[in-house]
């Protein structure tokens, strides 16, 4: 697909365009979230809990330990049942759209229930909201992966969306439902396009897991790192805390983001070599980085180099990342070490 997705309106042509006050917008808002037991979901639904929201959760799961449902509404079911939807989405302000599959490969495995996961629930969410809180503000978590094979970098959100994998033809159908909506039945939507998010509470191990996620693992199992290829494939990523950020703010700002696309990214990209150095110093683990060839079918779907243009979002909120990558990694390994021994072992997701 070689159309470019909408652009983000000219502030000047909105009244009351402004940026709030976190403290100051959330308070009292009713939020919904979907994939609120998820990593992403759980951080943010934990930040919407601190600003005072009065926070809906639907997932599958049931929440994770970081979180506080005595404080919440959880519902743990189908993120496409439609009356569950009913039931929690009447009187929403804002909605966040996070539930979904992750996993590359794992979408050319099950790509039925990767659609259902990641085209169909998102779907049924935004026919909810048009039925029952058509004012709400609809912001759904986006892929890097619709971008495919990146023809220049860093990639802009006007780069043609050409997906190599099922993930990111879902993932692309999705927004196009969001633009859609927000066309012809008049309901906010913003989409944040994604990139590598890492932190505490990140997948270790089972399908969906990163590269990243699964180089942790290895380090808790005293496994050395395996890199596929020769290596310097280009990647940026995101601290999750930074991940949170971006959506607050497209929330706290609804007419500056109203029908918007933006890309998420790193301040810089960095080849996969390289990071599992960095991950193997800043860690002291005397393991080495071992190099193979990408498994079946798993060269067909990588995207090759990555680093997302962010300064559309940047321009218009301000919004930049604040934690550096070795910051973040330390930060990580810190966190996540009494984790890793209830961490079931998982495969490498190809990411």
């Known amino acids: ?28 808002k009713r939020v919904l979230i979907t994939g609120g037991a998820g990593f992403i979901g759980s951080a943010l639904c934990s930040r919407m809990q601190a600003l005072d929201a ?18 919440l509404e959880w519902r743990q079911g189908d993120c496409a049942d439609p009356q569950l939807l009913a039931n929690i989405t009447l009187g929403c302000d804002v909605v966040f759209s996070l539930a979904g599959r992750c996993g590359h490969w794992q979408s050319m495995i099950d790509p039925l229930g990767d659609m259902a996961a990641n085209t169909t629930a998102p779907l ?37 969306m050409a997906p190599v994998d ?9 927004e196009l439902h969001h ?6 039945h008049a309901i906010r939507t913003t989409v944040l396009r994604l990139t590598n998010t890492y932190g505490p509470g990140m997948r270790v191990g089972g399908p969906g ?27 940026d990523l995101n601290y999750v805390d930074d991940v949170v950020e971006a959506f607050v703010r497209v929330a706290c700002a609804p007419a500056l983001v109203d029908g918007a696309v933006f890309n998420l990214g790193g301040q810089e990209a ?7 150095q960095l991950l193997l110093r800043i860690s002291g683990a005397d393991l080495k980085i071992r190099r193979e060839p990408f498994p079946v079918g798993l060269a067909g779907i990588d995207i090759g180099d990555y680093w997302g243009d962010f300064r559309a979002i940047e321009n218009r909120l301000g919004w930049v990342p604040q934690i550096g990558l070795e910051e973040g990694l330390r930060r990580t390994l810190e966190k996540l070490g009494a984790a890793f021994s209830k961490t079931p072992r998982g495969g490498v997701d190809g990411d």
Request: charged content about 15%; proline content about 8%; overall charge positive.
């Open 54 to 71: 009065r926070v809906s959760v639907v997932d599958l799961c049931p929440p994770s330990a970081c979180i506080d449902a005595r404080t």
């Open 1 to 28: 697909m070689s159309d470019s997705p909408p652009q983000s309106p000219s502030s000047t042509s909105q009244s009351g365009s402004t940026l709030e006050c976190p403290e100051v917008f959330f308070k009292n």
């Open 270 to 276: 960095i080849p996969l070599g390289e990071l599992a």
């Open 209 to 235: 897991q990163t590269f990243l996620g699964e180089w942790l693992l290895r380090l808790q199992l005293g496994r050395d790192l395996v890199v596929f290829g020769k290596g310097s494939q280009l990647r």
């Open 166 to 174: 099922m993930n990111g033809i879902h993932k692309m159908a999705s």
């Open 179 to 184: 633009f859609l909506y927000h066309k012809h």
């Open 124 to 160: 049924a969410l935004l026919e909810a909201c048009r039925q029952w809180a058509p004012s709400a503000h609809v912001i759904y978590a986006g892929t890097r992966q619709v971008y495919g094979r990146s023809l220049s970098l860093p990639v802009k959100e006007c780069h043609p």
